[in-house]
């Protein structure tokens, strides 16, 4: 028993989708869910509800929704620290449909526009009831990376080159590189 609900979204606080890290050993992303889809959401959290609680025993208690007030989501997954079963990373596709790489999925910042599919399920575990929020699939819209640089698709490195022109400095291919100028006026040794 579970509703699935799919909207155009942008990911927001701390996002690490690349591979597991920190204390926890797990990944992690937020997002905001979208009005129209959160009032649908509420309104089948009820119903879901009301299955889970039909299911519990002793005296009931609910717990708070997976996202606040203003709808902001936050999605965590990975292997974790072992204190808890591995949650299933989510597929992040681009917008052929394609799998996107590890490398490209270790720059994804704040600000990326995404359209995600998620699973709203329902949990029962003794007297506790609540719904939980899984994420089946993320397709990167628009890429907001880690230098900075936000990637909508539609220009080829060859005409960004080309609006940029050619000027000295910097080349990737051969690299000049030369100490640092220093200044030479009188320090002050302590």
Known sequence: MANRYKFATELTGFISVGEDSGKFNNRTFAYTVPPDTLNQIETDREELLTWAKSKATGRVQVAMTPWDDAGTCKYTYGEGDGSRKAKPEPVFVDTSGDPIEKAVLMGVRKGTKVNIIVDQKPYC??????????????????????????????????????????????????????????????????
């Open 125 to 190: 575990m003794g007297p506790n009831v609540g719904t939980s929020m899984r994420v089946i699939g993320v397709q990167i819209v628009e890429l907001v990376s880690g230098n900075g640089a936000v990637d909508s698709g539609d220009m080829s490195v060859a005409d960004v080159a080309a609006m940029f022109g050619s000027v000295e400095g910097f080349k990737a291919d051969s690299p000049a590189v030369r100490p640092a100028a220093v200044a030479t006026e009188d320090s002050y040794d302590f």
